[in-house]
């Protein structure tokens, strides 16, 4: 059965809710801060869920007289603010661990606490695998980005369970707090490589690899016109804007310059179906 974006953002937030709801379980029955942090993480991703179904959705309305180039860049508004919200969480993490470990408590039922955690650990990774495949498929940075989130997660939450499992045949009680930090040092590198990646898509950083693509099209025409120069490429959520100059000989008339950049335009269509493409027409300085 295939899935859309939206389908997949909406059983991500349903995930979500149910995933919290196991992690809140674990800390219940353990008093443990470390899978506390699991759980107010799991906060963050049931907002970021929530933002990333909004921006999905907008992105796919076509373009409209306020937005000539569609609206694709919300998914990168929203991998922005998902960034920033899991800097929010690390800073809580931290601000909770520093105060267990300067008023350490007993943890209890950590055997049950471990087995919930763990089933809501597997649960994420799911979601995780689902959403990357997804995201693949539609070219979305929205999805692309909650994926790599819940999968921090995953890995975060499996670092936890490993030190809780240590702190009870150990009786290191310290280690729950120091994980709970290290948790939240994890997070935080995570929220600032989305907040770069997210911020790069903003700024309009070209595109080499559609660029290179262009230059091979481009080429199977030689003969067609004189040169070709002044590339330029931006992305926009899953979609790539394109805009270079063609040089023709000064003898050709506008019906026939204008044939030939259609043409040219529908071959590199065809064959980069992402890119939006524009060709200006110029001929050849006189000498």
């Not at 059965?1 to 809140?24: E, P, Q, R, W, Y």
């Not at 661990?97 to 008023?103: K, S, W």
Request: glycine residues 6%; negative net charge.
């Amino acid at each position: 059965m295939s899935i859309t974006k939206k389908g997949m953002a909406l059983f991500t937030l349903a995930g979500g809710l149910v995933i919290f709801g196991m992690k809140l379980a674990a800390y219940f029955l353990s008093g443990s801060v470390a899978l506390l942090s699991d759980a107010m993480e799991s906060v963050v991703n049931i907002i970021a869920s929530g933002i990333m179904l909004y921006a999905v959705c907008l992105a796919d309305s076509p373009a409209d007289s306020s937005h000539n180039y569609g609206h694709q860049k919300v998914e990168n508004i929203s991998s922005l603010i998902e960034g920033f919200l899991i800097l929010v969480a690390a800073v809580l993490i931290t601000e909770k661990a520093v105060f267990r470990l300067l008023h350490p408590t007993e943890l209890s039922n950590v055997n049950l606490a471990l087995v919930v955690s763990l089933m809501a650990t597997a649960l994420n990774g799911l979601l995780s695998w689902m959403l990357l495949r997804t995201s693949r498929k539609f070219g979305s940075i929205a999805l692309e980005g909650d994926s790599k989130h819940l999968l921090s997660d995953v890995l975060s939450s499996v670092a936890v369970v490993a030190g809780l499992i240590v702190a009870k045949f150990t009786g290191w009680a310290f280690l729950d707090s120091a994980l709970a930090i290290g948790v939240a040092i994890v997070l935080a590198k995570m929220g600032i490589d989305l907040i770069k990646k997210s911020s790069t898509g903003l700024m309009d950083q070209s595109c080499p690899e559609e660029e290179a693509r262009i230059v091979e099209i481009l080429k199977k025409h030689d003969g067609l016109f004189v040169d070709f120069h002044d590339i330029k490429t931006r992305r926009s959520g899953n979609k790539v804007f394109s805009e270079l100059h063609l040089t023709v000989k000064g003898d050709k008339t506008v019906e026939e310059a204008h044939n030939l950049t259609d043409h040219l335009e529908e071959d590199l269509q065809n064959e980069m179906p992402e890119v939006s493409i524009t060709i200006h027409v110029e001929t050849p300085p006189k000498k």
